[in-house]
């Protein structure tokens, strides 16, 4: 039977890489972008299908979400990679960060992937092996932000990072919700990767950033749930 994944922001960066490897394993992948030319031309690069998805808006993800049903009858995994940045380069200190910048960021990072999960839920209870895959980041993890021994102390930016670490509060929770059931949730981390989201100053490559979303998309059985993962094994929150 095959196995059909949604990634949410698969027109570019991260996400397409997710959708890449995810196909090259056998899984449909599914590109969800919020922009119907930019998603239908990197479906079209991958040979998959598309599916017009804006987290911010809860129409389209509702819509995303039918079309999803009429066409697979159920969703195996979702890969909620949708994220943006508040702007690069971002404002460096908390105190002249506006509010509005914070409900920018978390309308996408946090308050999308909550829509996306809820909407998608119903799919994903088909599936013999439901997994939700939460791209997050080092820069969420409260205890690395406050090491000064590592290079995630100097990156003090209030909107980003808070939205993380509330990802990966949603993360814990879903995962709780979910102990019983056979759909795993988890957090990963690609590293610092160049893309747009960063103005392409990271050292890792969306292909290697990719690799632990897609690791946990296929996690077997005996796999963790409710984890926060890098490539390198497991980060503290
Ligand atoms: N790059 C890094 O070093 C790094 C490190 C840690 C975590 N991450 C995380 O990795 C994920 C992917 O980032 P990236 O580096 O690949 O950035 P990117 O190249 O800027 O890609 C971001 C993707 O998200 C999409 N997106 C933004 N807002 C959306 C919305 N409202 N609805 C649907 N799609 C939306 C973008 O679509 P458009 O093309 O339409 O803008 C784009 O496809 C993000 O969650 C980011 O926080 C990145």
Same mark, same amino acid.
């Given at each position: 039977?095959?196995?059909?994944?949604?990634?949410?922001?698969?027109?570019?960066?991260?996400?397409?890489?997710?959708?890449?490897?995810?196909?090259?394993?056998?899984?449909?992948?599914?590109?969800?972008?919020?922009?119907?030319?930019?998603?239908?031309?990197?479906?079209?690069?991958?040979?998959?299908?598309?599916?017009?998805?804006?987290?911010?808006?809860?129409? /389209?993800?509702?819509?995303?979400?039918?079309?999803?049903?009429?066409?697979?009858?159920?969703?195996?995994?979702?890969? *909620? *990679?949708?994220?943006?940045?508040?702007?690069?380069?971002?404002?460096?200190?908390?105190?002249?960060?506006?509010?509005?910048?914070?409900?920018?960021?978390?309308?996408?990072?946090?308050?999308?992937?909550?829509?996306?999960?809820?909407?998608?839920?119903?799919?994903?209870?088909?599936?013999?092996?439901?997994?939700?895959?939460?791209?997050? &980041?080092? $820069?969420?993890?409260?205890?690395?932000?406050?090491?000064?021994?590592?290079?995630?102390?100097? *990156?003090? $930016?209030?909107?980003?990072?808070? &939205?993380? /670490?509330?990802?990966?509060?949603? @993360?814990?929770?879903?995962?709780?919700?979910?102990?019983?059931?056979?759909?795993?949730?988890?957090?990963? @981390?690609?590293?610092?990767?160049?893309?747009?989201? *960063?103005?392409?100053?990271?050292?890792?490559?969306?292909?290697?950033?990719?690799?632990?979303?897609?690791?946990?998309?296929?996690?077997?059985?005996?796999?963790?749930?409710?984890?926060?993962?890098?490539?390198?094994?497991?980060?503290?929150?």
């Amino acid at each position: 039977m095959t196995t059909t994944a949604l990634i949410t922001g698969a027109n570019k960066g991260i996400g397409f890489e997710i959708a890449r490897q995810l196909a090259e394993r056998g899984v449909t992948a599914v590109v969800g972008a919020r922009d119907d030319e930019r998603g239908r031309a990197a479906a079209e690069r991958l040979g998959q299908p598309y599916v017009l998805l804006d987290v911010t808006d809860e129409e /389209s993800v509702q819509a995303a979400a039918k079309w999803i049903e009429r066409e697979y009858g159920r969703l195996d995994v979702l890969v *909620n *990679n949708a994220g943006v940045a508040g702007g690069w380069p971002p404002e460096p200190n908390p105190s002249a960060t506006p509010a509005s910048t914070l409900r920018e960021v978390y309308e996408t990072n946090v308050f999308g992937v909550v829509t996306v999960t809820n909407a998608m839920l119903p799919l994903l209870r088909r599936s013999e092996a439901g997994r939700i895959v939460n791209v997050s &980041s080092e $820069l969420g993890s409260i205890s690395l932000a406050l090491d000064p021994e590592t290079p995630f102390w100097e *990156n003090n $930016l209030l909107a980003y990072n808070s &939205s993380k /670490s509330a990802l990966n509060m949603v @993360t814990a929770s879903y995962a709780k919700e979910l102990r019983d059931t056979p759909i795993k949730v988890n957090a990963c @981390t690609p590293g610092y990767c160049a893309t747009d989201l *960063n103005g392409h100053t990271g050292y890792r490559t969306a292909e290697q950033g990719a690799v632990i979303a897609v690791r946990l998309a296929t996690l077997g059985a005996d796999g963790p749930t409710g984890a926060f993962l890098s490539e390198d094994g497991p980060l503290t929150w």
